[in-house]
C-alpha cells in the first residue's frame, strides 16, 4: 500500500503542470486570438511580398522591402502577443475574482501568471518561425545568418513584449481597460518596430530616438543578424534594459485583486 500511494504521490503531476494543461485547453480555443497571433503577420507578409516594388532592390536601401519587412513583421508577432492578446485574459482572470480565489489554494496565482505568458510566448516564437518559413519559401528572403545573435534578440524582444503586457496587466482593474491601455502602446509600438516606414528609412533624428525604444533597437538588432553580424551590444542592451525595467515595474504594481 505504501508504495503504490508513493508511486501515486510521484506520478501526480504539479500544480504549475495542472494548469499549464488546463490554459493550454482553454488558450486553443480562443481562434481569434490565434488568428491575430499566427495569422496576422504572416497574411500581411503575403500581401506585402505581393506588391512588385518590395520584390525590386531599393536602390536608396540596397536590398528590397521584402527583406526588411520580414525582421518587422517577426516583432509584430510578438507585440500582438504581448499589448493585444495576454493582458484581457490576466485582467479578465482578476476582475472575476479567480486570481483571489487561488490564493486560498494550493495552486498559486504566480503558476496560472507563469502558464500564460509561456503560452503567449510559444505562440509567438511559432509566428516568427512562420513568417521566416514563408519569407524564405516565397519571397526567397535569406534565413538569419547570424542564428545564434539573431535567437538572442528575438527572445530579448519576446520577453520585452510579454514585460510591457504585465505592466498593462498591473494597472488595468478590467479587461477593458487592459484593451484600451495595450491600445494605446500597440500603435506606437509597431511604428518604432517599422511597420509604417522601416527603421533605415527613417530621418537621422528620429531613428536615433526610435532605436531608444525596444522595439526600434530590435528592428536593428534583428536587421543585423540576418545580414550575418552579431547585433551590436547597444541595441541588445536597451532591449534587455526595458525587459527588466517594465517587469520590474509591472510586479510592484501588480495587485491579485
Known amino acids: 500500500m505504501t508504495t503504490l500511494v508513493t508511486t501515486a504521490a510521484v506520478r501526480r503531476p504539479s500544480p504549475w503542470i495542472a494548469v499549464l494543461r488546463a490554459e493550454a485547453r482553454l488558450y486553443l480555443r480562443e481562434y481569434g486570438t490565434l488568428f491575430w497571433v499566427l495569422g496576422f503577420p504572416p497574411l500581411l507578409l503575403v500581401i506585402l511580398g505581393s506588391i512588385p516594388s518590395f520584390r525590386r532592390v531599393d536602390h536608396g536601401l540596397g536590398v528590397r522591402l521584402i527583406d526588411l519587412y520580414v525582421p518587422v513583421l517577426v516583432m509584430v508577432g510578438q507585440i500582438v502577443v504581448g499589448l493585444q492578446a495576454m493582458p484581457p485574459i490576466i485582467t479578465g482572470y482578476r476582475e472575476r475574482g479567480i486570481l483571489r480565489r487561488m490564493s486560498t489554494t494550493p495552486v498559486r496565482p504566480s503558476a496560472l501568471l507563469s502558464a500564460q505568458m509561456g503560452l503567449h510566448g510559444a505562440t509567438g516564437l511559432v509566428s516568427a518561425l512562420i513568417c521566416l518559413t514563408i519569407g524564405r519559401l516565397a519571397f526567397h528572403v535569406q534565413l538569419p545568418r547570424q542564428l545564434a545573435g539573431y535567437l538572442l534578440a528575438l527572445l530579448l524582444t519576446a520577453a520585452a513584449a510579454l514585460g510591457l503586457g504585465a505592466l498593462v496587466s498591473a494597472r488595468a482593474?478590467?479587461?477593458?481597460?487592459?484593451?484600451?491601455?495595450?491600445?494605446?502602446?500597440?500603435?506606437?509600438?509597431?511604428?518604432?518596430?517599422?511597420?509604417?516606414?522601416?527603421?533605415?528609412?527613417?530621418?537621422?533624428?528620429?531613428?536615433?530616438?526610435?532605436?531608444?525604444?525596444?522595439?526600434?533597437?530590435?528592428?536593428?538588432?534583428?536587421?543585423?543578424?540576418?545580414?550575418?553580424?552579431?547585433?551590436?551590444?547597444?541595441?541588445?542592451?536597451?532591449?534587455?534594459?526595458?525587459?527588466?525595467v517594465v517587469s520590474v515595474v509591472a510586479a510592484r504594481w501588480f495587485r491579485w485583486e
Open 173 to 244: 482593474k478590467t479587461a477593458r481597460l487592459a484593451q484600451a491601455l495595450g491600445m494605446a502602446v500597440f500603435f506606437p509600438s509597431l511604428f518604432s518596430a517599422g511597420l509604417w516606414l522601416p527603421v533605415q528609412s527613417m530621418p537621422h533624428a528620429l531613428r536615433q530616438i526610435v532605436v531608444l525604444l525596444p522595439f526600434g533597437a530590435a528592428s536593428r538588432a534583428l536587421d543585423q543578424a540576418a545580414a550575418g553580424h552579431w547585433p551590436a551590444w547597444s541595441h541588445l542592451a536597451v532591449l534587455a534594459g526595458w525587459t527588466v
